[in-house]
Structures are given as structure tokens and as C-alpha cells.
């Protein structure tokens, strides 16, 4: 079982300009995503803001981009399932988030890698992929009704 990368993947009815407004422009991230990121998707952006999702308010996303292709890439680093408001993260290493788009007959198919997870310290290195590998299938679902709306 592989434990330094998740992979999930999705075909979209949509084509990969509508997809990647989605994941590529800060108002629909945040829509769909359960965040408020200040700022916009460019490489070397830090962004960071509130994460919205019901239970997680108290908490704050921030990220570095690190690729922008339009319509093909967009890759981020982050301190996964950073949820301990009284840990400081900065000192550790991240994991990279890619979100890849290609198109396909029935319109995008979007998948989503997160990598680096045998980095994390590994008193919360299984919690944070346990959690991670669900969430990124709930915002898989997330993107797919905010494409489709």
C-alpha cells in the first residue's frame, strides 16, 4: 500500500475551461472548497484564509503555489490536515497538491495528487493521509456539483 501519495480522479461533464475556472480562480476555490483564500492562484503566491466548512471554522488554510498552466496544472504546497490550533506546522515539510485536467469525450477528467506524506512527522503522518484520502474524495464531489450548477 502506498502511503506517500493519494491520487483521485474524476470526469467532469464540463469542459476544462469551466474546470479550471473552478479550481483556478480564488471566489470558485472558496465556493466549492470550504475556504476564504485572500489573493489569487500565481506561482510563488502565499495564500491563506479561513477555512468555512462547519466544524473547521476556527482554522486557517495556507498555501504556496507552486504551477500554474492554465486548463492543464495547478499545484500547491500545504502542512496537511494542519487542524491543531496550538501546533505550529511551519517547521515541518509539506505535501504537494496537483490538480491535472485532461479532456476527454465526456468533458474533463480532473485528478487530484497529493504527494510527500512519508515526510510528516510520524506521530500524525497515517492520521493526516487517513484523513486527506476521504477529504479529497468529498472535494471531488464538491467540484463536481459546483461545475454542474
Do not use: C
Not at 112 to 133: L, Q, T, Y
Amino acid at each position: 500500500m502506498n502511503t506517500d501519495r493519494i491520487e483521485k480522479r474524476i470526469v467532469l461533464r464540463a469542459p476544462p475551461s469551466r474546470v479550471w475556472r473552478a479550481i483556478a480562480t480564488t471566489a470558485e476555490f472558496n465556493t466549492w472548497f470550504g475556504v476564504k483564500l485572500e489573493g489569487s492562484f500565481a506561482p510563488g503566491q502565499r495564500l491563506k484564509g479561513r477555512i468555512t466548512t462547519p466544524g473547521y471554522e476556527h482554522l486557517v488554510m495556507d498555501i504556496e503555489v507552486e504551477r500554474v498552466e492554465p486548463e492543464r496544472l495547478l499545484s500547491y504546497r500545504w502542512h496537511p490536515y494542519a487542524i491543531d490550533p496550538n501546533e505550529d506546522y511551519s517547521k515541518e515539510p509539506t505535501t504537494l497538491v496537483e490538480f491535472s485536467l485532461t479532456k476527454v469525450a465526456e468533458g474533463t477528467e480532473l485528478t487530484v495528487v497529493e504527494s510527500g506524506f512519508d515526510r510528516i512527522p510520524e506521530k500524525r503522518r497515517a492520521e493526516a493521509f487517513r484523513m486527506n484520502e476521504g477529504g479529497w474524495s468529498e472535494q471531488l464531489r464538491n467540484v463536481e456539483r459546483h461545475v454542474a450548477a
